[in-house]
């Protein structure tokens, strides 16, 4: 394995440099580098297309960003649960059209299906950059003290003194709700809360629970926070198809929140609403895969005039039947483990060595040998995990 892991970053190391001239005190650039191709556009969202493309090594573990950085990280034990907060001054890129242009070549169906969702998303942001607002400036510190009533869900704006504070507080009781609601169950939940700007939002805070991260990804406590410090990941796929999914579904939304149809967005502000359900086939390290409900709500924090809103989404992952997806993946695990045992147990057998039982448990045996010794070593999700350890 550490054979592999060298050559693999020999090979990194060789791309890096292809598209550099050597001199005298290091290197030079002389054309365009476009061995990766990642885009972090509007919306705080990245785009890998080189992952899109690749369907022979499909790297299933999906990042919060390749580019945000985190700032702080806050484990509460009771719920085990953590907390990640991000740097909200990142730079995004509003010309979508690279990542367009590169899935409409691959002339695959569901990546043109991809790219038009793109498109209809960049008319949208493009036409929010270029638009003149013309809207005057109000002091809303006036405003709050002549305003005696409590604010109503379609005042949360700028004009009647509501910023990102007061989002932060709303979405708090509902965080705190939420926790109460899933104390007492073992699915696996999460959140993000995103901070309006003017023309974009901006990923702010994230909240997980850290079962799934042990069991799915087998880290030790110390690993888990190393890695949300540098990449923290939110789910892992199994089929691109689901991925792309994922990436459409998200593209939508933004679009939705973006665009001007202020009658759907306005259902959103009443409270956390459902948006969407899909199944989805989730992977761990060592290739055991649960088929799992995933669920997302939205809450619409603010209705602000001339910026992009403060949003909260939650999501639920919930099982194709009554046990968590963990509990799942650790009956699987067992259930190998206690398979391995048998096997070993067999070989104390008398006929053991006997042809017609060897002929009956050779294939097994192959199997398990596979699985105890290349699972873990030839899973895409493996190794995008230790390059980040």
Request: aromatic content about 12%; some cysteine.
């Amino acid at each position: 394995m550490d054979t592999q892991l060298l050559e693999k970053k020999r090979r990194i190391k060789k791309n890096q440099k292809q598209g550099f001239k050597k001199v005298k005190y290091g290197y030079i650039l002389f054309q365009n580098v476009d061995q990766i191709k990642v885009f972090y556009v509007v919306g705080d969202i990245d785009i890998d297309v080189d992952q899109l493309l690749n369907r022979d090594f499909f790297n299933a573990c999906v990042s919060i960003n390749q580019f945000i950085k985190v700032t702080s990280l806050v484990r509460t034990n009771e719920l085990d649960f953590v907390d990640i907060f991000f740097d909200t001054q990142m730079q995004r890129q509003g010309d979508l059209s690279a990542p367009i242009r590169m899935l409409r070549d691959s002339r695959q169906s569901d990546l043109n299906d991809l790219a038009n969702v793109l498109e209809e998303y960049h008319q949208t942001i493009q036409k929010k950059i270029i638009e003149s607002l013309d809207v005057k400036n109000m002091k809303s510190g006036q405003l709050q003290n002549d305003y005696q009533e409590p604010i109503s869900e379609l005042d949360c704006d700028e004009f009647h003194g509501w910023n990102f504070e007061k989002s932060l507080e709303k979405a708090k009781k509902v965080i705190n709700d939420l926790h109460i609601e899933m104390k007492n169950q073992s699915h696996h939940y999460s959140y993000m809360l995103f901070k309006g700007t003017k023309y974009d939002q901006v990923k702010y805070w994230l909240g997980q629970k850290l079962d799934y991260q042990r069991q799915f990804y087998c880290l030790s406590e110390n690993q888990i926070d190393f890695l949300n410090m540098r990449k923290p990941l939110i789910f892992n796929y199994k089929h691109l198809s689901q991925y792309i999914q994922y990436l459409t579904n998200r593209f939508k939304r933004l679009n939705m929140i973006f665009s001007q149809d202020k009658s759907v967005r306005n259902h959103f502000r009443k409270g956390l609403a459902f948006l969407f359900e899909s199944q989805i086939d989730a992977i761990s390290v060592d290739n055991l895969i649960v088929k799992l409900r995933f669920q997302e709500y939205m809450y619409i924090l603010s209705n602000y005039k001339n910026q992009q809103d403060d949003v909260l989404l939650v999501q639920k992952i919930l099982p194709i039947g009554n046990q968590s997806a963990t509990d799942i993946v650790k009956a699987q695990r067992n259930l190998k483990m206690q398979l391995n045992e048998k096997e070993q147990n067999s070989k104390k057998n008398p006929y053991y060595g006997g042809q017609i039982y060897t002929d009956i448990i050779y294939e097994a045996q192959s199997e398990i040998f596979k699985e105890k010794f290349y699972s873990i070593v030839d899973s895409n999700v493996y190794h995008s995990i230790l390059e980040n350890l």
